[in-house]
Structures are given as C-alpha cells and as structure tokens.
C-alpha cells in the first residue's frame, strides 16, 4: 500500500487555532467573573432579578460564530484556483431542512475527491483543500446535525456533476444556509 503524504499545517491554520484558544480562554474568565457576580447579586434579590434577565438577551458577536466559518474562509481561498479541474457529484442548494446533513456531508466528501486529485496534480491548493476536508468530516463527527436521515435524502452519487466552480458556488450557499440556521 503507497502511503500518503499529509501536508503540513500552514501558518493559517495555526492562527486560526491560536485564536480559538483565546476565545475559550476569555470564556472562561467571563464566566469566572459571572460567577462572581451572581455570588455577589445573590444577596440582593433584585440584583438576581436583573441577572437572570439579562442572561435571556440573545447572543451576538463570538457567541454566534458559524461553526463552519474556518470552513468558508478555506472555501475562499480555494474558490479562483486555476490548477484544480474536477466534475463533482454537487448536491442541491435547495434540499428540504431535514436533508440538510446529508448534503453538507456529500459536499465534504466530494472535497475529498479533491483533495486526491490536488496530490496527484500537485496543486496550489493542496492544503486549503484537505484542511476544508479534515475540519467538515472532525465537525461532522462531533456535532451529529441529525441522528436520522430521511429515506428521501438522496445519497451523493444520485446528484449532477458540476464542474469545479459550480460546486464551490452550491457548497458555499449550502454552508451559509446552514450558519444561518
């Protein structure tokens, strides 16, 4: 069996996961210090009132980041690339809300398809492609979207194939749909 050479983890890569380590470490410093407030409200029955009231504001900023959000910004980077020339199964942008899983998994695993080629060819883009690849199938894992698939999913292989610009586009929507949901 020829081993496969995994690409190197770029600077981009490392940023990112810098800053999602001092995104955790300011959430918990904050949520030291609500502990600490709520210590201190809690003699005060209207400080308690207050608190609890605005614990129920919605949440903006980094609370509501797109857990695909490294994904898109790989996906941009990938996007105008000229050395990577592939027909892929391209799932519907359009699928009923309970497909939606299945849909982002067959986009995932068609940038697997990708990222073989890019290996083979020796792409630009090589490590965009398999960094897209690794954090969708690690997110997919670790936060199932659905526990069932309806039986009118269709499975990937029963798609069109686009070319490599059109899927980029439909795997693009379908990310941002699922960020806005």
Same mark, same amino acid.
């Given at each position: 069996?020829?081993?496969? /050479? +995994? *690409? ?5 890569? /490392?940023?990112? +996961?810098? @800053? ?12 030291? &210090? ?10 005060? @029955?209207?400080?308690? #009132? !207050? ?6 504001? *919605?949440?903006?900023?980094? /609370?509501? %980041? ?9 996906? $941009?980077? !990938?996007?105008?690339?000229?050395? !990577?020339?592939? =027909? ?11 497909? &939606? @899983?299945?849909? #982002? +998994? ?7 398809? !990708?990222?073989?080629?890019?290996? #083979? ?19 997919? $894992? ?12 269709? @499975? ?18 379908? =990310?941002?749909?699922?960020?806005? %949901?």
């Amino acid at each position: 069996m020829v081993g496969m /050479a +995994r *690409p190197t983890q770029n600077s981009t890569g /490392a940023l990112s +996961r810098l @800053e999602s380590q001092k995104t955790h470490l300011k959430s918990i410093c904050l949520q030291y &210090q609500l502990y600490l407030l709520l210590k201190s409200l809690s003699k005060n @029955e209207m400080g308690l #009132i !207050i608190f609890f009231l605005c614990a129920y504001v *919605p949440k903006t900023g980094a /609370a509501a %980041h797109c857990k695909w959000a490294e994904v898109l910004k790989d996906l $941009e980077q !990938i996007k105008a690339s000229k050395d !990577i020339d592939v =027909i892929l199964y391209t799932a519907n942008t359009d699928e009923d809300k309970e497909c &939606q @899983e299945p849909v #982002i +998994r067959c986009f995932f695993l068609e940038t697997k398809v !990708i990222f073989e080629e890019c290996l #083979i060819k020796q792409c630009s883009k090589t490590q965009d492609v398999f960094n897209i690849w690794k954090n969708g199938i690690a997110s997919l $894992e670790n936060n199932k979207l659905n526990s069932t698939t309806s039986a009118k999913c269709k @499975e990937c292989e029963e798609y069109e194939e686009k070319n490599f610009s059109e899927f980029i586009q439909s795997f693009v929507k379908v =990310i941002q749909k699922d960020c806005k %949901h």
